[in-house]
């Protein structure tokens, strides 16, 4: 019979997260993640697999919940109220790219960017990942472009990547150094810009409600 496990999983796991998290892949070694988690080499590799497996479980939670937080202001409801769930989402990333002010950045781009091309696994999560966040932000325009928020004509999959593109780069150009008030002007830029139907006002800037990290 299996000896049940004594430690906790889950705090195993956040911690490895931040140490990848902090150092990267390729700058993390398996004895780092034993000191910052208080088990042995042995116990890791038993429990999780070797480095690469134990990331790509990190690696996975992560995106998972970036999705979840998105699926929380994204998650569909009344067309009138479409357009302030996509300001609410856009301004809520710029947000928690303006409180890091350590400039860690988010661990699914990290992971992206330094195993995508050579790590199968993170390739194909990181894509799912963003058809993810592009079906909710298109759901959202479609909604609003019912309600005539958004301009009908318009494609709703171009401007869902706009905003996808937007939320994601404001995470990066936040890590490179710019200020808080330039990544929210960057939210409120985008928001103005999309496309209103004949005679209505642009998306006023600054409008949508206090966001929660």
């Given at each position: 019979m299996a000896r049940p496990r004594a430690f906790d999983e889950r705090q195993v796991l956040e911690r490895a997260r931040e140490q990848f998290w902090a150092t990267g892949y390729a700058?993390?070694?398996m004895d780092d993640i034993a000191q910052a988690t208080g088990l042995g080499?042995?116990?890791l590799y038993g429990a999780f697999g070797d480095k690469g497996k134990l990331f790509h479980r990190v690696f996975d939670d992560w995106c998972t919940a970036v999705v979840e937080m998105a699926e929380a202001r994204l998650a569909g409801g009344p067309d009138a109220e479409a357009l302030a769930r996509l300001s609410g989402y856009v301004h809520l990333m710029a947000e928690n790219s303006a409180s890091d002010t350590e400039r860690r950045g988010c661990l699914l781009a990290k992971g992206a960017a330094e195993l995508a091309q050579q790590d199968p696994t993170v390739a194909v999560r990181s894509a799912e990942t963003m058809t993810a966040l592009l079906t909710l932000l298109r759901t959202e325009i479609s909604a609003a472009q019912r309600n005539g928020d958004i301009d009908g004509s318009a494609d709703p999959e171009g401007l869902a990547a706009l905003l996808l593109t937007v939320v994601r780069g404001i995470e990066?150009?936040?890590?490179?150094?710019l200020d808080p008030a330039t990544l929210r002007n960057i939210a409120d830029t985008a928001?103005?810009?999309l496309p209103r139907p004949e005679g209505q006002?642009?998306?006023a800037t600054g409008s949508s409600p206090a966001c929660e990290k």
């Amino acid at each position: 019979m299996a000896r049940p496990r004594a430690f906790d999983e889950r705090q195993v796991l956040e911690r490895a997260r931040e140490q990848f998290w902090a150092t990267g892949y390729a700058g993390t070694r398996m004895d780092d993640i034993a000191q910052a988690t208080g088990l042995g080499k042995g116990s890791l590799y038993g429990a999780f697999g070797d480095k690469g497996k134990l990331f790509h479980r990190v690696f996975d939670d992560w995106c998972t919940a970036v999705v979840e937080m998105a699926e929380a202001r994204l998650a569909g409801g009344p067309d009138a109220e479409a357009l302030a769930r996509l300001s609410g989402y856009v301004h809520l990333m710029a947000e928690n790219s303006a409180s890091d002010t350590e400039r860690r950045g988010c661990l699914l781009a990290k992971g992206a960017a330094e195993l995508a091309q050579q790590d199968p696994t993170v390739a194909v999560r990181s894509a799912e990942t963003m058809t993810a966040l592009l079906t909710l932000l298109r759901t959202e325009i479609s909604a609003a472009q019912r309600n005539g928020d958004i301009d009908g004509s318009a494609d709703p999959e171009g401007l869902a990547a706009l905003l996808l593109t937007v939320v994601r780069g404001i995470e990066a150009v936040g890590k490179a150094g710019l200020d808080p008030a330039t990544l929210r002007n960057i939210a409120d830029t985008a928001l103005a810009v999309l496309p209103r139907p004949e005679g209505q006002n642009r998306l006023a800037t600054g409008s949508s409600p206090a966001c929660e990290k």
